[in-house]
């Protein structure tokens, strides 16, 4: 079974400065999506950015991108120019590619990172 | 587009009793799921349904965890009889992927979540 760590339960960051929140996973699948998602206090799950594992560059969405090491298995998001509404708990995500029966397409989450940015 | 609808937004029970949850995805979204996140946790799957097809309940309590999806378009999740650590948010997600045909989207739009006290 796949499981995804974060390893930061807080986070806080200067507004307009950088952040980087990290996330490790373990898998033993060779194609999977990895994804972040953001949920601010109304609760409503907001995807931020998705990776394609067997894509080699890094995925970038304006001021959010991601470092993927898939040999480290490891899937850190950076926020630049970090914004009051950046403020929100951040979960990491995987997701398996391939159908293989019952549990398919089913996203497993990390515990998440509260972030909070200080004006 | 109509993002996914639920309701209630809260709910407060004591222990024992029963309750339910109603969820309206996105209109032509084929697969469906509800997702259980306790305090402090990332969502947990709880059941997905293909149509109105059950794909995979392996992690649903079914000795109080009840679940339908009828005529593949508003599922209900139903708790009977509560328990305390039954306390959690209850998000419904539904996306366009139609599992087993390798057609694949991994476009998964969350609702807002009911959010569940059992004192």
């Known amino acids: 079974a796949q499981t995804v760590t974060q390893s930061q339960p807080e986070m806080s960051v200067q507004e307009a400065e950088t952040v980087t929140l990290s996330c490790t996973y373990d898998?033993?699948?060779?194609?999977?999506?990895l994804f972040w998602y953001k949920q601010p206090p109304s609760r409503q799950m907001i995807l931020v950015i998705r990776q394609e594992a067997y894509k080699q560059q890094n995925a970038t969405e304006n001021r959010f991108s991601v470092n993927f090491q898939k040999a480290a298995k490891s899937f850190s998001l950076k926020i630049s120019d970090s914004q009051l509404g950046d403020a929100a708990m951040y979960f990491c995500a995987y997701r398996t590619s391939a159908y293989s029966g019952a549990g398919s397409y089913q996203l497993t989450f990390g515990k998440g990172t509260k972030l909070s940015v200080i004006p | 587009e109509a993002g996914v609808a639920q309701s209630p937004r809260y709910k407060i029970i004591e222990k024992r009793q029963s309750v339910a949850f109603w969820c309206n995805p996105i209109?032509?979204?084929?697969?469906l799921y509800w997702y259980q996140q306790i305090l402090g946790q990332g969502p947990k799957l709880l059941i997905q349904?293909?149509?109105?097809?059950?794909?995979?309940d392996s992690q649903l309590p079914k000795d109080r965890f009840s679940a339908e999806r009828l005529k593949g378009v508003d599922s209900t999740l139903k708790i009977q009889p509560a328990k305390l650590e039954d306390s959690a948010v209850y998000l419904c997600a539904s996306s366009l992927t139609t599992g087993g045909t390798g057609a694949f989207d991994y476009g998964y739009t969350f609702g807002s979540g009911t959010r569940l006290t059992v004192v």
């Open positions: 349904f293909q149509n109105n097809g059950v794909v995979d």
């Open positions: 898998t033993s699948e060779s194609d999977y999506y």
């Open positions: 209109s032509g979204h084929a697969t």
